[in-house]
């Protein structure tokens, strides 16, 4: 794999976006800081009722603390510099922001604290990779890539639910999305993908944002 960062500008542009937003935020007072989080645009199910839904594209730039930033800026990295070149750069940023509001979304829905992270974007990269395999299963390092990708995420999931202090609904809320998404979009340099099936997963996608944002919707103000 050709690791020259011109062959994936878009990630190095994403990387750079979350270090400055994270450096920001140390200077307001720190990633960490709950009153600072919630000001930059962190995801907070109260607050999104009320109107603020730019919290559920914010919340991916943000990080909570220089470990929860290294992590997912080096996963962003080494997935990028391997899925842009195949997507092409516009693609990828496209996917990386609708995954991102579709983990956000679920979270919004299904979850009631303060959450932040790229990890619902990098979810929904993965689930671009389980979308490959599925349509080039003919390409051999495309097969070998998509299977190590569903290990990856399996193992990711599974630990999750015995981890405190996970956004597990974000997760899988962005894994479906960037599957979903990944036909919508799909990858021209690998071959085409029918419009039947481009079609029924972009209706799925707006079908799993409005259930979303009802079912948070109808959680904040009735409590049910």
């Known amino acids: 794999m050709n690791y020259k960062f011109k062959n ?3 990630t ?21 800081n709950p009153g600072v989080l919630v000001r930059f645009g962190a995801n907070f199910a109260p607050y ?16 909570i603390g220089l470990e929860h930033l290294a992590l997912n800026m080096l996963t962003l990295y ?32 299904l979850t009631n604290g303060l959450s932040a992270g790229a990890s619902t974007a990098l979810f929904g990269l993965f689930g671009a990779y389980l979308m490959l395999g599925e349509s080039f299963r003919n390409n051999a390092y495309i097969k070998m890539m998509s299977r190590q990708f569903l290990l990856l995420v399996v193992l990711n999931i599974f630990f999750d639910f015995f981890s405190s202090g996970i956004d597990i609904w974000g997760h899988i809320g962005g894994l479906l999305g960037g599957f979903l998404f990944g036909y919508v979009i799909g990858a021209p340099k690998l071959g085409e993908i029918p419009v039947g099936k481009r079609v029924i997963c972009a209706i799925a996608i707006l079908m799993f944002l409005l259930v979303m944002f009802k079912s948070g919707f109808v959680y904040q103000y009735f409590k049910v």
């Open 8 to 10: 994936f500008p878009a």
């Open 12 to 32: 190095c542009v994403l990387i750079g976006i979350n270090v400055a937003i994270y450096l920001l935020m140390t200077f307001a007072g720190g990633s960490q």
């Open 48 to 63: 999104v009722s009320n109107g603020e839904y730019w919290r559920l594209l914010t919340a991916m730039f943000l990080h």
């Open 78 to 109: 080494f997935i990028g510099a391997s899925l842009e070149p195949i997507l092409g750069s516009v693609r990828f940023a496209v996917l990386y922001l609708v995954s991102g509001i579709c983990g956000n979304a679920a979270s919004y829905s």
